[in-house]
């Protein structure tokens, strides 16, 4: 395995983008990109080998795409209340679009993708609370779509049209210190990406280095609509509670941003 000084490993990339078009260096499309990019700098996955950096990573994506990335699973407070299942599901949820399908009649779904610039069409939204620190989650009956409004007679009668309580919510310190141990200083690599007889080629167009994450930049995002909280559960079993972000954000959550092509 090569070891690149962090000048070393800006000059690789620049070659790396001189190249231009490169083709796809495995089978099929999926994680194409970053395992394309690693064997052109000979490094193993998610293995970024510059000495007495252990903080740094390699991340690289497609430019141009309106996909969303996970950037970490963490459920909200009060865990004893367990929101998700006990909440979300029983109170809040609705029938599962393969309910006496792939799944029994009677199962439930409460999937839901929530930001902070607008309800959602089933009137959830992500509030900051910055007084008390605290990313809340909102729900506002009258915010509610019409084609949605059977599923809200039902909310009714279930818990009612009050507000979310307990209200669930994360505490700054926990996102923040979650975040911070999954959003590491890194090289921010981004490729065109073109087909050709069914085979992808990309072209490194675009280098950053991001350094030092900013939680203040994490809370603007969630409130432009940027960070999305996902909720994903169905009738006994809970996917987890994500958050996600719009591609071309990254740099947004860092306080130093260098851009290098």
């Keep these: 395995m090569k070891i690149y000084t962090k000048d070393g490993l800006i000059e690789e990339l620049k070659k790396i983008a001189e190249k231009g078009w490169i083709p796809n260096a495995r089978h099929g499309n999926h994680g194409g990109i970053g395992n394309t990019l690693e064997d052109l700098l000979g ?36 865990r004893a209340v367990k929101f998700v299942p006990q909440v979300g599901l029983l109170k809040y949820g609705w029938r599962h679009k393969q309910a006496g399908k792939s799944y029994p009649e009677n199962e439930m779904s409460f999937r839901l993708t929530i930001h902070g610039n607008a309800p959602s069409d089933r009137g959830f939204m992500v509030k900051i609370d910055r007084t008390n620190e605290k990313v809340l989650i909102s729900f506002d009956s009258s915010k509610t779509a019409d084609k949605h409004s059977t599923w809200l007679k039902t909310v009714r009668k279930r818990i009612g049209l009050g507000e979310l309580n307990p209200q669930p919510y994360w505490g700054f310190d926990d996102l923040s210190n979650k975040a911070g141990t999954k959003l590491l200083n890194c090289f921010y690599v981004q490729a065109e990406v073109k087909k050709e007889k069914g085979k992808e080629f990309y072209h490194y167009s675009k280098v950053q280095m991001l350094q030092k994450f900013n939680f203040d930049g994490f809370l603007t995002q969630l409130e432009k609509g940027n960070i999305l909280v996902d909720f994903d559960a169905r009738t006994g079993h809970n996917h987890g509670t994500k ?13 130093k941003v260098i851009n290098i092509l």
Excluded: D, G, V
């Design 43 to 78: 490094i193993s996955e998610n293995n970024l080998p510059i000495p007495n950096a252990a903080e740094w990573e390699l991340k690289s994506q497609r430019l141009n795409t309106s996909s969303l990335t996970t950037l970490f699973h963490i459920e909200p407070s009060p």
């Design 243 to 255: 958050f996600r972000m719009r591609q071309n954000c990254l740099p947004e959550l860092y306080k």
